[in-house]
């Protein structure tokens, strides 16, 4: 058969319908998405990803991963770094870093807090645009947050930029880098080298959270 441009083709067999269509060219993350019909199934470059809609959970590899809670809901554990910096009398963050910034739980309550520009880093783009999608407070949606599909020690060395909160959030990918290493792939996040690359402003916090 000649190479030639393939059209979306439709096949309807009673209430059943297929859908079949070629790649096309789309931006990243969107090429990374694969929606199937019965189910939220979706393949990710790392994970195979599940999405329960009715509780907001990512599951990934068949294992619970992350949940999206709104700032409605008593969650103290993404409140906390704000909440001890009021009780310190300090003013609010205004330049957040958040590494592992997942369905969007921390960048949500930063934006809640007073933060000026949110930088939300997280490596893997079916997730990120899940809470995109779903998440109840829309924090992705803020023109305050700039996201980046990034390896987060890469972004640690590669801005010159300070900020006043940098937060290890939902670090914690899962995944081996080979089946004869028990180095995962966010362990050079947690290296001495990692933590001497500095990009907090004088009298910053740097909290790190495993959630």
Request: charged letters at 20%.
């Amino acid at each position: 058969m000649p190479d030639r441009p393939l059209r979306a083709l439709a096949l309807a067999t009673g209430p059943a319908v297929i859908l079949c269509s070629s790649p096309r060219a789309t931006s990243a993350p969107d090429r990374y998405l694969r929606i199937q019909a019965i189910s939220d199934r979706f393949w990710s470059p790392t994970y195979r990803v599940d999405y329960d809609a009715s509780h907001r959970i990512i599951t990934v590899n068949l294992i619970g991963h992350q949940q999206m809670i709104s700032r409605e809901s008593p969650a103290p554990a993404y409140a906390l770094p704000h909440l001890l910096n009021r009780d310190a009398g300090r003013p609010p963050f205004a330049q957040v870093l958040i590494i592992g910034a997942g369905s969007g739980n921390d960048v949500s309550r930063a934006l809640e807090w007073g933060a000026t520009r949110v930088d939300a880093v997280e490596i893997d783009p079916v997730i990120q645009r899940l809470g995109r999608r779903h998440h109840p407070d829309r924090p992705y949606s803020d023109p305050r947050v700039i996201v980046h599909l990034d390896d987060g020690r890469n972004v640690l060395h590669s801005t010159n930029k300070q900020y006043d909160l940098i937060i290890y959030a939902l670090v914690d990918s899962l995944v081996l880098h080979s089946s004869h290493s028990n180095i995962r792939l966010e362990s050079y996040l947690f290296t001495t080298e990692a933590f001497a690359r500095r990009p907090e402003a004088p009298a910053a916090r740097r909290p790190v959270r495993h959630a």
